[in-house]
């Protein structure tokens, strides 16, 4: 069973940077796709951005040329480098492993962007 753990997470001002991890076990060696997910309260839970185990990547067009996700395989570990950080982008960010309806989550990391 593959399982997920979210680090990263925090408070940044308007403009600023993050980065987070997802620690991957249990993934196996075959192909995948890892996302990230973010939810803002009272919002539904929204595709971020994709990699495949290709290394083929889809954004959401909100953070493309913001954001950028990438895999380590030797690390076990997809992560979302987020660059000019904006208010909206405020939510709780979710890795996923397997696809929206059927996959693993994370416990979620919250990000928080306010001056």
């Known amino acids: 069973q593959v399982q997920l753990v979210e680090s990263g997470g925090g408070l940044v001002q308007p403009g600023g940077s993050l980065r987070l991890s997802c620690a991957v076990s249990?993934?196996?060696?075959?192909?995948?796709?890892m996302a990230w997910y973010r939810q803002a309260p009272g919002e539904q839970r929204d595709l971020v951005a994709f990699?495949?185990?290709?290394?083929?990547?889809n954004y959401a067009d909100s953070v493309k040329g913001r954001f950028t996700i990438s895999n380590d395989n030797a690390k076990n570990t997809v992560y979302l480098q987020m660059n000019s950080l904006k208010p909206e982008d405020t939510a709780v960010y979710y890795c996923?492993?397997?696809?929206?309806?059927?996959?693993?989550w994370g416990q979620g990391t919250q990000v928080t962007v306010s001056s």
């Open positions: 996923n492993y397997g696809g929206k309806l059927s996959g693993s």
């Open positions: 990699i495949t185990s290709s290394g083929n990547t």
């Open positions: 249990g993934r196996g060696s075959g192909g995948f796709v």
